[in-house]
């Protein structure tokens, strides 16, 4: 049996029991993410790719709407073994503005594991550190405005993108200091060797707080991970700092030839004014190893959060690549979270 479908009964188990549990230690929540975006799609590189015009969507990414989305349904589950540990569980199914999304992209996380005083074990589907490390730090995350598959950092599974499948993570906190170890098998056979390729996945990510800036390190390396391309190899390193309405973040990524095959500098500042207003402002820039690749990344937006469940946003987004030519959005969209339990108050 799979250890994807194995996890898969695990969580299912583990969320059938968590639900007779509801009434008593509230150990079962329900969390629904809706982003409906509308946007004008112009430029040279959306011409080549016959992408011009008006689109609904959920994100935009790689030339793509609909990809690197925010949507999604998240049933969490858990239940103590102890004073200090508890069972948890997490099915997250991707949803954007077509509906649940088909393939091995329909399933967001889907892992089961243990927590305590001690750390957090996760099996599963899972992200990877180097995605989560820094993820948040793009306020125009998920959206048609980010970052990230947009010149101004990576994407994809070994990105800030996708999940992992038979993957292994443990996080813990110590002191200030957070820390995540990720491992993953490389379940393919490796014709004459009688077994698995032994090509596994790992990585590893680092952040600490020092006053009000925020220093980060990640790592990925998935090469010949399932008999993909060699040197798929990402290195971040970044830092963070806050300031009254102020926010500036920036981090530097080196991606290897399986990946990207360049370097991602990111750069974006935010400022919050009034009531529940924040303006926000970005730029990237994507160095190639190889001639013609160079792009860069520009987005300028305006969020108002009408409360901790709803909010609008609009904006411009703008990349231009060497060869491939220019892409610009511009629109409109709204985030909605509908919740039970106390999905809200947990790390996700």
């Known amino acids: 049996m799979s250890l994807r479908l194995t996890c898969g009964l ?4 583990l969320l059938n029991v968590a639900a007779l549990a509801h009434a008593d230690d509230d150990e079962f929540s329900i969390l629904l993410r809706l982003q409906p975006e509308l946007v004008n799609v112009s430029g040279s590189a959306a011409g080549g790719q016959d992408r011009k015009g008006w689109y609904l969507t959920d994100g935009w990414g790689g030339g793509n709407k609909n990809s690197h989305n925010w949507g999604a349904l998240f ?3 858990g239940f103590a073994i102890g004073e200090r540990s508890r069972i948890v569980g997490r099915l997250g199914l991707n949803i954007d503005m077509e509906g649940l999304k088909d393939g091995d992209a329909r399933e967001r996380e889907l892992e089961v594991g243990v927590e305590g005083p001690w750390g957090r074990l996760m099996l599963g589907r899972l992200e990877t550190p180097y995605k989560t490390a820094g993820l948040g730090w793009d306020p125009l995350n998920g959206s048609f405005l980010q970052a990230r598959a947009n010149f101004g950092r990576s994407g994809g599974a070994f990105g800030h993108g996708g999940y992992v499948d038979n993957a292994l993570s443990y996080s813990h906190r110590l002191g200030p200091l957070r820390f995540s170890l990720f491992g993953a098998v490389d379940d393919l056979s490796d014709l004459g060797s009688g077994g698995t390729s032994g090509n596994h996945a790992w990585g590893f990510s680092v952040l600490m707080p ?5 220093l980060m390190v990640a790592r990925i390396d998935a090469s010949d991970f399932k008999q993909g391309p060699p040197q798929r190899t990402g290195s971040k390193l970044g830092l963070r700092w806050s300031g009254g309405p102020w926010g500036l973040a ?3 990524e080196r991606r290897g030839r399986g990946l990207e095959h360049g370097d991602f500098y990111y750069l974006t500042g935010s400022y919050r004014f009034q009531q529940g207003w924040q303006m926000s402002a970005a730029v990237g820039r994507f160095s190639a190893r ?3 690749r160079d792009a860069d990344y520009a987005a300028l937006a305006l969020r108002y959060q009408v409360d ?3 909010s609008f946003h609009g904006g411009v987004r703008r990349n231009d690549q060497d060869i491939a030519g220019s892409e610009t959005l511009v629109g ?3 985030r909605m979270i509908f ?3 106390n999905l809200l108050a947990r790390k996700h």
């Open 332 to 334: 409109i969209g709204m």
């Open 308 to 310: 901790r469940r709803f």
């Open 75 to 77: 049933i969490d589950g």
């Open 339 to 341: 919740a039970s339990g």
């Open 250 to 252: 920036t981090h530097v």
């Open 290 to 292: 190889a001639n013609g």
């Open 210 to 214: 020092a006053g009000p800036v925020e």
């Open 10 to 13: 695990a969580v299912a188990s």
